[in-house]
Structures are given as structure tokens and as C-alpha cells.
């Protein structure tokens, strides 16, 4: 088993060492569908990372990433960039603790319009205060971060996400939202503290999708409520992790990187019916792929390679 | 302070009878239907092309396009939804489910309307005159509105209490197994109380297509309030919708008349949160959901 967990790890730091290499390809358009892809990975990772095990659909990706990006263009100028990445990941941190504390004790229903209305509640307290105290309604971000500083930072953030997620599958913390994701009364009865696990792993989720959205902010230079909180980034983010398959680790990723190849060529092609294919294509995998690509992924190597256990089991 | 209590009360109506199709759709048919809002605006949509295209008043559009609507979810339902109630195991799943299903329909429906009307703002000009009602001047379109609002939630809880078939789509909300063993065809119920909860939200968005600008894109602002109206009521309660809505409504006006416009939001979301942890099933729910 070490054996087997060294090796995988030896070949993920080979992926990762060879992923940063991509800048110096020195193509811009291959490096901003790079960074396109990096982005949606950890996003998606970061969602399944709690909505799979949980089962609590969350539509508040573009709120966190909302305020990680606003975070940068308030701070960005003002403090040196590793502090300004610190508190935007801070601030993510502590709305999602405090919008756990006060919605996941509550039915997965209640959960699921409430983090729908989430991004709109921010996106209006944020406009209200831009408008009333600051008399602003949107800021220029100018900070000395290029395109390749954004990429790599997206790709150790990616890394990072893969290490976090592995250990936590691997602690109690794991253990126990696995149990809540089967029965949340079986989970009370067993005496695990099930809303301490779900606010924490929900504001490590957040956390990270508040970096990606501090991470991107430098790639507009210009920055209002409407830009930041762009609610179709939830929704992409959610069809990219369920397509993907949120109940593995591994699974978001399988989503993320031919919806985030396909929606690049919808936009530039079909301006005007994008919405529409993106509906449809979200129904398709509602109904023909309800576990994801990694759910039939085992599905199909459990029916080749599982044959003969099954019988010796009949 | 008369007026933002009358602006609260209309308001507040116009939510209630936005809100009344969503809690039969999600308290008996269990669809929790995140596309609402857009068949609000799709009928909206329809009544402003046969008021300026046709010269049909929108009393006569009613009648044209709440029908219609009928027909059209009933053929969702059984279209769409049918396969998602026979996949699901058990109601959380089924909830999570149609969740997902429809969450795709609404940017199907929403990009149609986008592709026909492109993304500007509509309203129409009807009864837009000034009338006296409880010594303040209101708009007689919000005040007819209001009218039929109330007509069509009297006639709603007489169908539900009064007649046979109210009774049944009662019993199935509370439990479907056992409204099977009284021989309740559940099925058809859940289907024609879903096509119901469409023919209402149709009707509201005619009339509220007489006094309220809108866009192809504004459905997801009323999917929003409806949900939160059918959750502080208590899911399927008729009369927890009504009180729902006009609280919502009064603290809006209040709000947007003596703090700031631009908080309404923010006092939806607090007022439904502070209802869900004080009653985590609304304000007329039952305990046990």
C-alpha cells in the first residue's frame, strides 16, 4: 500500500513539474486556456471536495469567488501580495463559518436556496457599500502579476487542493462526512459532531474557491460587482464537478476539463445560444450520467474486471 | 407611513401569489422547481405580445394563456420529471433530482427567451391611472392585480378544502404512500397539482407583466422571492404563503421607504433566516418534514 501510494506520488510530482513548464511554451492563447483550465479544476475540486461526500447542493461558488477577487481589488495596491492573499483566503474563511454556522443545520433544501440567494446578498451589500460609503461602483486593479505568476500560483493552489483533499479522506474528518452523506440521523446516533464537520469542510471548500477567485482578480484590470460576482460561474462549476463525478476526489477534474475545453469553444462560436446549449447539456447529464464520468468509469471496470468475484459471490 | 404599508400589503400580495404555484408544485408534486421564475416571465413575455401585437387586454390574456400553461407543465411533468420520480429512491433524492433538472430547464428556457427578446427591458401601458383607494393614490393596474390576486386564492383554498379532488392532493402532500392505500392515484395527482402550481405561476406573471418592468433575464429574482416565501409559510401551506408574502412585502416597503432601496435583499435573506432557525419548518409547517 506505501509502495503503491509512493509511486502514485512520485508520478503527480512528475505531472505538476511538467504542468509548470507551460508558460515557457511562450504561447498566450495556449497559457490563458491553461489558466481557463486550472481555475475550473480547483473550483469543481473544491466543490465535490463538500458537496460530494455531503450531498449539499451549494450554488455559492461565485459568492466566495466574488469576494476573493473584491478582496484584491480593494488591498491589491495597498499591501504586498502574499499579505493580500492571506486575508481575501481570511475573509473567505470566515463568511463561510459564518454562513455554515447559520444554514447547515438546516434540510439539504433550505441549504440549496439559500447559497442560491447567497452571491445576490453579497453582490447587493457590496454595491450598496460601494455606492454609499466609497462612492465607487467599481475599482482598477493594477498589480505587477503576470499572466505565468497567475499560472503557477493556480497549479500550486491545484496541488495543494489534491494533498488537502487525500488527507482529509484519509482523517476522522473524512470518516465522519462520509457517514453524513449515507444518513445525517445514523451520523448523530454514532456521536459525530455533524454540523463541527460539515462547517469545516465547508469553509475549507470556500477557502479555497475565495484564493482562485484573489488568484484571477489581477487578470481584469478592471473590477465591478457584476464582473466579480458573475453568478454562471457556480453553475458551470457545479455541471463541470457532476459531470465529473462528485463522490471521488479524482472525479471534478474528469468534468472540468472537457466542459471547460467546450464552453471556450460555445462562447466563441455560439455567443447567443450559449445559454441554451449549457441547459441542455446540464439536463443530459442529469439524466444520462447521474453518478458522472467517474461513476461509470467504475461501473464499467467492476463489470470487466469483476466477473468472476461476482459469481464466486452468487 | 400609510403609503408603505399599502406599497407593503400589494406587494406583499403580488409575493403571495407568485409563491401560491410554487408550494403546490413542491409540497405535493415534491418537484422543487428552479426554473419557476421563468415560466413567470415566459407568460409575462406572452400577455406584452398580445396586449401591443394584438390589442388583447390582459384580463382576456388570462384566460388565453393560464391554459396554456396548463397543458405545457402537465407535458413537463410527464415528460421530464415522470423519469426522475420513477430513478429516485426516496424523496430526498428525488428532491436533489428535480433540483438538478430544473436547474437545467431554466437556462434552457431563459437562453429562448433571450435568443426571441434579446436582453432589454419590456412593460406596457395598461390601466396606468391614478385612482383613490384608503385616501392614498395608487396605480389602478397594481389595484386590479391585487383583486384578482385575492379572487384567485379564494377560489384556490375552496377548490382544496371544498371539493373532492382538493382533498386528495391535500392527502397526498401530507403522505403519498398512504393516499396510494385509500386508492389515490398518486401519479396523476402529483401531475395535475404540478400543471396547477404552472397555471398559477402563469396567471401571476400576467398580471404582474401590467405594472412591472421586465427582461428575459429577471425570472431567477422571482424564483428567489417565491422560494423564500414557500419556506417561511411552510411548504404546501396556503395560508402560511399568504402571511409569508405580505411580511416580505411590508418589509420591503418599510425598508426601501426608511433605511436604504438597496438593503431589500439583504432583509429578505435575514428574515428568512431568522424564521428558519427559529421554525426550521416555516411558520405554519409541521414539525416532523
Request: one cysteine or more.
Amino acid at each position: 500500500m506505501s509502495a503503491r501510494t509512493a509511486g502514485f506520488g512520485a508520478v503527480a510530482l512528475a505531472a505538476f513539474a511538467l504542468l509548470a513548464l507551460v508558460p515557457r511554451l511562450g504561447n498566450p492563447y495556449y497559457l490563458a486556456l491553461a489558466i481557463s483550465l486550472l481555475q475550473y479544476t480547483v473550483l469543481a475540486t473544491a466543490w465535490g471536495m463538500f458537496s460530494g461526500p455531503t450531498r449539499y447542493v451549494s450554488l455559492a461558488t461565485t459568492a466566495f469567488f466574488g469576494v476573493g477577487a473584491y478582496t484584491v481589488a480593494v488591498l491589491g495596491e495597498i499591501l504586498p501580495w502574499p499579505l493580500v492573499l492571506l486575508i481575501a483566503a481570511a475573509l473567505g474563511a470566515v463568511v463561510a463559518a459564518i454562513v455554515g454556522l447559520s444554514t447547515l443545520r438546516l434540510s439539504g433544501v433550505y441549504f440549496v436556496i439559500f447559497t442560491f440567494g447567497l452571491t445576490e446578498l453579497i453582490r447587493q451589500l457590496v454595491v450598496w457599500f460601494e455606492v454609499n460609503k466609497s462612492r465607487v461602483l467599481g475599482r482598477y486593479v493594477f498589480v505587477n502579476i503576470t499572466q505565468a505568476d497567475i499560472y503557477w500560483q493556480l497549479l500550486a493552489l491545484t496541488a495543494a487542493v489534491f494533498l488537502l483533499g487525500w488527507l482529509i479522506a484519509r482523517s476522522r474528518l473524512g470518516f465522519a462526512l462520509r457517514v453524513i452523506g449515507e444518513d445525517e440521523t445514523v451520523a448523530k446516533h454514532c456521536g459525530i459532531n455533524t454540523t463541527f464537520a460539515k462547517v469545516a469542510l465547508f469553509t475549507i471548500s470556500a477557502t479555497v474557491m475565495t484564493l482562485v477567485g484573489a488568484i484571477m482578480a489581477p487578470r481584469w484590470t478592471y473590477i465591478e460587482p457584476s464582473i466579480a460576482f458573475n453568478a454562471m460561474i457556480s453553475f458551470q462549476v457545479l455541471i463541470m464537478a457532476l459531470l465529473g463525478g462528485a463522490h471521488r476526489l479524482w472525479g471534478p477534474v474528469l468534468g472540468a476539463v472537457p466542459l471547460t475545453l467546450l464552453f471556450e469553444l460555445l462562447s466563441a462560436r455560439f455567443p447567443n445560444t450559449f445559454t441554451i446549449i449549457l441547459g441542455c447539456i446540464f439536463l443530459l447529464i442529469v439524466y444520462m450520467l447521474p453518478r458522472g464520468v467517474a461513476g461509470l468509469l467504475e461501473k464499467l471496470s467492476t463489470t470487466a474486471g469483476g466477473k468472476t468475484t461476482q459469481r464466486a459471490a452468487a | 407611513m400609510t403609503n408603505a404599508i399599502l406599497t407593503g400589503l400589494m406587494l406583499g400580495g403580488m409575493y403571495a401569489l407568485i409563491a401560491m404555484g410554487l408550494t403546490l408544485q413542491y409540497g405535493v408534486a415534491r418537484i422543487m422547481n428552479l426554473s419557476y421564475g421563468e415560466f413567470l416571465i415566459a407568460a409575462a413575455f406572452a400577455s406584452h405580445w398580445l396586449f401591443t401585437g394584438w390589442a388583447v387586454s390582459p384580463f382576456v390574456g388570462l384566460a388565453l394563456v393560464v391554459p396554456l400553461a396548463f397543458v405545457l407543465n402537465f407535458a413537463i411533468y410527464k415528460l421530464l420529471l415522470t423519469p426522475l420520480v420513477r430513478r429516485a429512491p426516496n424523496r430526498d433524492a428525488l428532491e436533489v433530482d428535480s433540483i438538478l433538472a430544473t436547474f437545467g430547464l431554466t437556462f434552457v428556457i431563459q437562453g429562448s427567451m433571450l435568443a426571441l427578446f434579446g436582453g432589454a427591458y419590456y412593460s406596457y401601458s395598461f390601466l396606468a391611472f391614478p385612482v383613490q383607494f384608503l385616501g392614498e393614490t395608487v396605480a389602478a393596474n397594481r389595484l386590479a392585480a391585487l383583486g384578482i390576486t385575492i379572487l384567485l386564492g379564494l377560489a384556490l383554498y375552496a377548490a382544496l378544502t371544498r371539493t373532492r379532488a382538493g382533498t386528495a392532493v391535500r392527502a397526498v402532500a401530507v403522505d403519498p404512500f398512504a393516499a396510494q392505500l385509500v386508492a389515490i392515484n398518486v401519479p396523476q395527482a402529483s401531475a395535475l397539482t404540478f400543471a396547477l402550481g404552472g397555471a398559477l405561476v402563469a396567471a401571476a406573471g400576467v398580471l404582474v407583466s401590467t405594472f412591472l418592468t421586465f427582461s428575459a433575464s429577471s425570472g431567477v429574482v422571482f424564483t428567489m422571492k417565491a422560494l423564500i416565501v414557500v419556506v417561511m409559510g411552510g411548504v404546501g401551506n396556503m395560508l402560511g404563503c399568504l402571511v409569508a408574502g405580505l411580511a416580505l412585502g411590508l418589509s420591503e416597503a418599510l425598508v426601501a421607504s426608511y433605511v436604504d432601496p438597496g438593503l431589500t435583499l439583504a432583509v429578505n435573506f435575514a428574515l428568512f433566516l431568522a424564521v428558519l432557525l427559529v421554525k426550521p419548518a416555516g411558520l405554519f409547517g409541521r414539525a416532523t418534514r
